[in-house]
């Protein structure tokens, strides 16, 4: 067995933190987007159901992907920092997305940016 130290990688920043939730959450807005044009229409086309089922699945898929993220350590915020905490604070999101999934993803950003207390 060697005596060389064990090099670990560097902790991350709380920059690093929030441009991870901004790469998650980055089809947001599309997602927003494409659910409002679907509830615009007064009939319903073939595959709407379809684009309907994508986007929750997108959504799940960002759910998962921001359930990953490691929390942040403490720290001086930035302005990615920012823009990670107002994704959901979109007027469209409240009026399109399933309350539930829109509190859990909260709670992961709040669990990533919020210091622990250790």
Do not use: Y
Request: some cysteine; charged content about 30%; proline content about 8%.
């Amino acid at each position: 067995m060697s005596n060389e130290p064990v090099i670990l990688p560097p902790q991350k920043t709380r920059k690093h933190s929030a441009e991870e939730i901004n790469r998650a959450m980055a089809r947001f807005p599309l997602i927003l987007q494409i659910l409002g044009e679907l509830g615009r229409t007064q009939l319903p086309f073939p595959g709407d159901d379809d684009i309907r089922h994508g986007c929750e699945r997108a959504l799940t898929g960002m759910l998962s992907e921001l359930a990953r993220i490691r929390p942040a350590p403490e720290g001086k915020s930035s302005k990615t920092e920012e823009t990670a905490q107002s994704w959901l604070q979109m007027p469209a999101a409240r009026q399109l997305i399933d309350a539930d999934k829109l509190e859990r993803m909260q709670q992961f950003i709040d669990a990533i940016l919020t210091p622990s207390k250790r």
